[in-house]
């Protein structure tokens, strides 16, 4: 019989038969409160009614079209209502399935478009598998070894981490732009880079949110340096932080991105990614480098279609705003109860709590134990950061304010246990 690859580890125990919202319905007859939803992409929750009437009047007319062969109307639809979203100077949309090839995507634009090679990553930054994503990738070395050499002509720098620094956050910004400056001045000539690329809020990196200083001055140097600027808002987009992109917490009046990249919650769980860019950038891209047997999937589209829809009518990313400040509120409470939990961080519905021990060193062991005890109480959570040591809540932009509470009260009681089964 064949089996699934044995490196596949699933943290949590659940044959997932159902979804319906915020809950995953197990095989074992239980109800899970998902503050998992997949990583972020079930951003309308699970099944939401219009998504999926969509996605099935889709099926039942064009199911594939192909891009580079046809056009057809999800495709043009979709691009018309994402513009809404989009910072105006972004007004070009190139569609893949996955938020690495769309990574991928990105650094080929910028190659092409300054015809440089180096890209300036940061550390902690998480932006994908594939090689060239992988070598932007430094969120983990689980990410990386034994799997090199990665593609070429990275250089990396600092970012603003003041809890692991242990430093404030001005100091750690200020530590951060200077250390960009000398690598600009040692291992990545200006006239050979072609790009910063920085997530809003690092995510598999342990939910760090950047800063508005951190973020203008990158802006300052890529055109001082002639580089492009590259927002991942692969997980912060969407509405997950509470406004519809990450970014838009630092530098609401932008423009701040030469080129942005979606994925995730962008089609509730249906395959699709994107890169935006101004016209005149997408057109220095060489003809052949973008394109994708699947890219810009009609079913996809029509689902991204009617997530924008609902994100709209019923207000998700204002219910991610409200419920996120309930949520980090909440977690800062635990906190407070719990010295084991020596940092709560976030944005809108983005948020996670960071394990340290007696010396203030990462604890990933008590964090494993928080989040397996969460899935025994029926709460999905996942951790993240170089070690494991966080523990995060994505719960999908649904969410109200009763089931917040829920989450936070079995997440008192599995941190409680995970402390007790420590000691
Ligand atoms: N960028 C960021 C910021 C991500 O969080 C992820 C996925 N965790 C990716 C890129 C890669 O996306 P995918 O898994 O869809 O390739």
Same mark, same amino acid.
């Given at each position: ?5 044995p490196?596949?580890?699933q ?16 095989a074992?007859g239980?109800?899970?409160l998902?503050?998992?939803?997949g ?7 699970h ?12 099926v ?5 079209g ?8 999800p +495709?043009l ?11 105006p100077?972004?007004?070009?949309v ?11 995507a990105?650094?080929? +634009? ?7 090679q180096?890209?300036?990553a ?13 070598a ?7 990410f ?5 050499p ?8 600092p ?5 692991r ?16 400056d000398? +690598? ?5 000539a ?17 939910y ?5 200083r951190?973020l203008?001055?990158?802006r ?27 970014h ?6 932008g423009?701040l991105a030469d080129?942005?990249?979606?994925a ?12 935006a860019?101004s ?13 994708g047997?699947y890219?810009?999937n ?7 279609l009617?997530?924008?829809?609902v994100?709209?009518?019923?207000k998700?990313?204002?219910n991610?705003?409200?419920q ?8 800062r ?9 020596g ?5 809108g519905?983005m ?5 340290v021990?007696?010396a203030?060193?990462?604890d990933?062991?008590?964090a494993?134990?928080a989040?397996?005890e ?5 709460l999905l959570l ?18 109200d304010?009763?089931q ?12 409680e246990?995970a402390?007790?089964?420590?000691a």
């Open positions: 019989m064949t089996a699934l690859s490196q596949l580890k943290a949590t125990p659940v044959l997932a038969e159902r979804g319906e919202g915020v809950h995953l319905y197990g074992d239980r109800r899970y998902d503050f998992t939803a990583i972020g992409v079930t951003s309308t929750g099944c939401h009614p219009r998504v999926v009437a969509a996605a099935q009047r889709q039942a007319t064009l199911i594939h192909q891009y580079t062969t046809v056009m057809h109307r +495709l639809e979709l691009t018309d209502r994402l513009g809404e979203f989009l910072p100077t972004l007004d070009s190139f569609y893949l399935n996955s938020g690495s090839e769309a990574v991928e990105a650094v080929r +634009l910028a190659r092409h478009a300054t015809g440089r180096n890209i300036v940061f550390h902690g930054g998480f932006h994908g598998r594939t090689m060239g994503a992988g932007l990738t430094t969120s983990a070395n689980k990386r070894a034994g799997i090199g990665m593609m070429p002509g990275v250089a990396l720098a970012f603003p981490t003041a809890f620094y242990g430093w404030p956050q001005e100091q750690t910004v200020d530590f951060a732009l200077n250390e960009l000398y +690598l600009l001045a040692t291992a990545t200006p006239d050979d880079t072609a790009a910063f690329i920085v997530e809003p809020v690092l995510g598999e990196g342990g760090v949110p950047a800063d508005e951190f203008r001055g990158l300052e140097r890529a055109d001082r340096i002639g580089a492009l600027l590259i927002l991942d808002e692969v997980q912060t987009g969407v509405g997950r932080t509470g406004r519809f992109w990450g838009q917490h630092f530098v609401p009046q423009p080129i942005l990249i979606t995730k919650g962008l089609a509730s769980g249906f395959p699709l990614s994107a890169i860019a016209r005149d950038l997408m057109a220095q891209a060489r003809p052949g480098s973008q394109g047997t890219g810009g009609a079913v996809a589209c029509a689902a991204a009617a997530t924008l829809e994100v709209a009518q019923e998700l990313v204002e991610a705003a409200e996120g400040d309930r949520l980090i509120a909440g977690l409470a635990v906190a407070e109860r719990n010295k084991a939990i940092d709560v961080r976030g944005l519905l948020c996670a709590s960071e394990f021990d007696a203030g060193k990462p990933p062991a008590t494993a134990r989040q397996q969460a899935s025994a109480r029926g996942l951790t993240c950061g170089a070690t494991g040591n966080v523990v995060r809540m994505i719960p999908p932009l649904v969410v304010a009763g917040i509470d829920e989450g936070l009260a079995l997440w008192e009681e599995s941190v246990a402390v007790a089964t420590g």
